[in-house]
């Protein structure tokens, strides 16, 4: 049963600086990985998807790297500003038409 | 639509009464998926579409949850004789199909949830 694992649960950073947030799965047969963001009370916003053969995504300050024999992922977020605050989530599946996995995520705060 | 499209944003009830929660998907995406989302808790798969049909109910928590979906479209989760432990935020999903060697990226676009609360 595949399981993924974000740490850390929360972070608190002070503006500008870069960061990095770790998830792990632990069946390395996936098929994409999805980073997503998620605001207090609000649904989920897709940020990157990277498809098992690929190795990175980028898009403006986020980038996402995957290492699928590994098991891992990480969302790289520089010159990290008070917007960036929410909740990271991670999610894996294991072919295209079956239900995305989710880690619990990590709550991020970076402090103006 | 534009994005996915989902109703009631609140609903309180009372512990026995029924519910329906409502979800319209992308135009154009075949998948559709229902997740749970519980205080402090990360995301629970309840249960896929692929068209009208539903290849996937094994998340559904107990035969009190339901869920269909009609013209390829709109769906909807009925919990009935609702209990306190129902409460939760109720997120739906929609996708692209993959379907064989044509296969989109199969990115999923969310909803902004149902908040259920159960008294």
């Known amino acids: 049963k595949q399981e993924v694992t974000q740490i850390p649960a929360a972070l608190s950073v002070p503006e500008g600086e870069n960061l990095v947030l770790n998830c792990s799965f632990t069946d390395s047969a996936i098929y994409n990985l999805q980073w997503f963001r998620q605001d207090p009370g609000k649904g989920l916003t897709s940020l990157l998807l990277?498809?098992?053969?690929?190795r990175e995504q980028t898009s403006g300050r986020l980038n996402a790297s995957l290492d699928k024999s590994s098991g891992r992922s990480t969302l790289y977020i520089a010159a990290s500003q008070p917007g960036d605050s929410a909740t990271y989530l991670c999610?894996?599946?294991?072919?295209?038409?079956?239900?995305?996995?989710f880690g619990k995520g990590t709550r991020l705060s970076v402090i103006a | 639509g534009a994005g996915v499209s989902q109703s009631p944003s609140n609903k309180v009830t009372e512990k026995g009464k029924d519910v329906e929660l409502r979800c319209d998907p992308i135009s154009g995406h075949t998948a559709l998926y229902w997740y749970r989302q519980s205080l402090g808790q990360g995301l629970e798969f309840l249960i896929y579409f692929q068209g009208n049909s539903a290849p996937d109910k094994s998340g559904l928590p107990s035969d009190r949850f339901s869920a269909e979906r009609t013209g390829g479209s709109v769906s909807t989760l009925t919990i009935q004789r609702t209990q306190q432990e129902d409460s939760a935020v109720y997120l739906c999903?929609?996708?692209?199909?993959?379907?064989?060697?044509?296969?989109?990226?199969?990115?999923?676009?969310f909803g902004e949830g149902s908040r259920l609360t159960v008294l």
């Open positions: 990277i498809q098992s053969s690929q």
């Open positions: 999610a894996v599946t294991i072919s295209g038409n079956t239900p995305l996995v």
């Open positions: 999903a929609s996708s692209l199909e993959v379907v064989g060697r044509f296969a989109n990226t199969g990115e999923l676009f």
